[in-house]
Nanobody, 120 residues
Framework: QVQLVESGGGLVQPGGSLRLSCAASGFSFSTYTMSWYRQAPGKERELVAVITSDGGSINYVDSVKGRFTISRDNGKKALYLQMNSLRVEDTAVYYC?????????????WGQGTQVTVSS
């Protein structure tokens, strides 16, 4: 059974930090590109950061560059998002996503999300 379970969300003051984790099971984690997405109330889900299967390529949405760091541990089947200098506008539900494209066949798995609230 495929599972992606996010954790680490919570309430933090502006300028604070949180570290999100995503624990994977039931699929070949090390062969998947992994991403963090977020969705704020009334807004569309947006891509925050993406890391390739071997960690060799990483990209971020402009609004989090220099503040967030995505990483993975293939041995532990885990994905992380270190979030520093948090802002009120970072408030959202954060989701991890696993993506594999093989022979034109796309396979996606999503977690259930973890709430991040940045407020004073």
């Amino acid at each position: 059974q495929v599972q992606l379970v996010e954790s680490g969300g919570g309430l933090v003051q502006p300028g604070g930090s949180l570290r999100l984790s995503c624990a994977a099971s039931g699929f070949s984690f090390s062969t998947y590109t992994m991403s963090w997405y977020r969705q704020a109330p009334g807004k569309e889900r947006e891509l925050v950061a993406v890391i390739t299967s071997d960690g060799g390529s990483i990209n971020y949405v402009d609004s989090v560059k220099g503040r967030f760091t995505i990483s993975r541990d293939n041995g532990k089947k885990a994905l992380y998002l270190q979030m520093n200098s948090l802002r009120v506008e970072d408030t959202a539900v954060y989701y991890c996503k696993a993506l594999s494209v093989l022979n034109s066949r796309k396979v996606e798995h999503w977690g259930q999300g973890t709430q991040v609230t940045v407020s004073s």
